[in-house]
């Protein structure tokens, strides 16, 4: 992973390089008709300075993602609905080796790297949101008040704590992904036996699902209020991952979402087709 970033990081410098070339082939016709009043070295000092001046535009932001997740998806739905230059890299395959467990023991993505940070690098989605919204004063997705601040704090809180560990013992199984050492779904019990464990998630997702809609949103469109905040993306793209159980949605989550996608557009359906495309797959597979 660390070595894909740094390949993505090095191609502009190819581009920057190869361009000067070009720029300092023009400055030079007019250098020769002004000859008589400016050397030539100065001029082409001069020209290479315009050259410069323009460099390449750089991606503001690097992001290690992974496509099919839903907690990427948040971090890659945020940054685009933000207006932030994010160059995405795909870290599959690479969140365990030596060059990215150096920088991120956790081993874990969404994660972004920045010069500011104290570690150069962060990862938690929410906690990311945060970080991007402060650092880049987003109250449209993170308010500054502290008691609206507070609930937003709140709803992510308590989905990460509460609602994500039940999606997770629901869905992974189906998705394909690994499950959390010490629960039943990661141990050698009998199939029946994780198969209760992965019903009785499924079961335990409707009580904090109702608590989103009925403490969360009291009436509002969004937990944010009229727009969708950081926490509306965090719910939205983990809603996702109920499809691939077929998960009864109730009515008011399935037009959530789908206000949450109309609000935030290209932003919201790009990442989500790269989820929606993962969750596809799987269930075709399981068909065969
Ligand atoms: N609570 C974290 C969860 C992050 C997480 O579980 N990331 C998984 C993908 S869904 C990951 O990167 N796993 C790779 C690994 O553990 O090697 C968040 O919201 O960012």
């Known amino acids: 992973m660390a070595k894909t970033a740094m390949k993505s990081a090095k191609k502009p410098t190819a581009k920057t390089a190869a361009k000067p070339a070009k720029a300092s082939a023009k400055p030079a016709a007019k250098v020769s008709a002004k000859a008589a009043a400016k050397p030539a070295a100065k001029a082409t000092a001069k020209a290479a300075h315009k050259v410069k001046a323009k460099p390449a535009k750089k991606p503001a932001l690097k992001l290690s993602m992974l496509k099919p997740s839903v907690n990427n998806m948040t971090v890659r739905v945020f940054a685009r609905a933000a207006g932030l230059d994010a160059a995405e890299t795909d870290a599959w395959g ?14 874990l993505t969404p994660m972004i790297e920045d010069k500011g940070l104290p570690r150069g690098v962060l990862w938690e989605s929410c906690a990311i949101m945060q970080y991007l919204s402060n650092k880049h004063g987003l109250e449209k997705f993170y308010p500054k008040a502290p008691a609206k601040r507070a609930m937003i704090d709140s709803a992510m809180f308590y989905l990460v704590g509460t609602l994500y560990p039940y999606v997770a013992r629901a869905t992974y199984p189906f998705l394909g992904f690994p499950q959390y050492a010490g629960e039943v779904g990661h141990s050698d019990a009998h199939p029946d036996k994780k198969s209760e464990a992965q019903k009785a998630a499924m079961a335990a997702i409707a009580e904090p699902l109702e608590v989103f809609h009925s403490f969360f949103r009291d009436g509002k469109p969004f937990i944010g209020g009229k727009n969708p905040s950081i926490a509306d993306i965090r719910l939205a793209a983990t809603l996702e991952f109920l499809a691939v159980i077929d998960y009864a949605l109730p009515k008011w989550a399935k037009e959530y979402v789908a206000a949450v996608e109309k609000k935030l557009g290209k932003a919201y359906a790009e990442p989500a087709a790269d989820v929606r495309g993962y969750i596809a797959y799987v269930k075709s597979q399981a068909k065969t």
């Open 94 to 107: 690479h969140t365990r080796s030596p060059e990215f467990m150096a920088r991120n023991p956790a081993h």
